[in-house]
């Protein structure tokens, strides 16, 4: 229930704040904790292409992806 609700929190505050990447990360990594991986990896890769070179978010999405790929 609790990975639910922050994943609403930070969609509401990702729609406020569309460029803010910390909260598109943080939206990401919940998206994650609720096995909604295409979605978890598409909010990842859109925060990575406003900030290209950020190391956490690059690691973040590699690590998702691992995950995607092991639950297929």
């Known amino acids: 229930g ?7 929190a930070w969609e509401g505050a990702a729609m406020k704040r569309p460029r803010d990447t910390n909260y598109r990360h943080a939206l990401g990594l919940a998206y994650a904790q609720l096995n909604q ?22 690691e973040s999405l590699s690590l998702v992806e691992k995950q995607a790929a092991r639950k297929q």
């Open 2 to 8: 609790m990975w639910y609700m922050a994943m609403k």
């Open 37 to 58: 991986f295409d979605q978890a990896i598409a909010t990842l890769r859109e925060a990575l292409a406003i900030t290209p070179n950020d190391t956490r978010i690059q």
